[in-house]
Nanobody
Framework: QVQVVESGGGLVQPGGSLKLSCAVS????????LGWYRQAPGKQRELVAA???????NYANSVKGRFTISRDNAKNTVYLQMNSLKSEDTAVYYC????????WGQGTQVTVSS
């Protein structure tokens, strides 16, 4: 079993920054990759960014150059640094730990509004 807990969401003005954290615990040796997804009202959940155990990263086109995913293996934590936020970034952000199964956190709300 793997437990995933997100934190760091909130309200931010357009153009602002926010950093999300995701703490992973449990059978972490089985995890192959960690990712951030988001789901806006009325839309499907979509991949935002992912990072493998080897450090390879992947980003959605809509966030390239603005968001950065990173991980601290000593703390079993993955981060999502979000800069130059736009109103269309408003969504619930979910952390995913991928092993034989996919484990999800409860989500954290990010609202970009003036």
């Amino acid at each position: 079993q793997v437990q995933v807990v997100e934190s760091g969401g909130g309200l931010v003005q357009p153009g602002g920054s926010l950093k999300l954290s995701c703490a992973v615990s449990g059978s972490i040796f089985s995890i192959m990759a960690l990712g951030w997804y988001r789901q806006a009202p009325g839309k499907q959940r979509e991949l935002v960014a992912a990072i493998t155990n080897g450090g390879n990263t992947n980003y959605a086109n809509s966030v390239k150059g603005r968001f950065t995913i990173s991980r601290d293996n000593a703390k079993n934590t993955v981060y999502l640094q979000m800069n130059s936020l736009k109103s269309e970034d408003t969504a619930v952000y979910y952390c995913q730990a991928r092993s034989m199964y996919d484990y999800w956190g409860q989500g954290t709300q990010v609202t970009v509004s003036s």
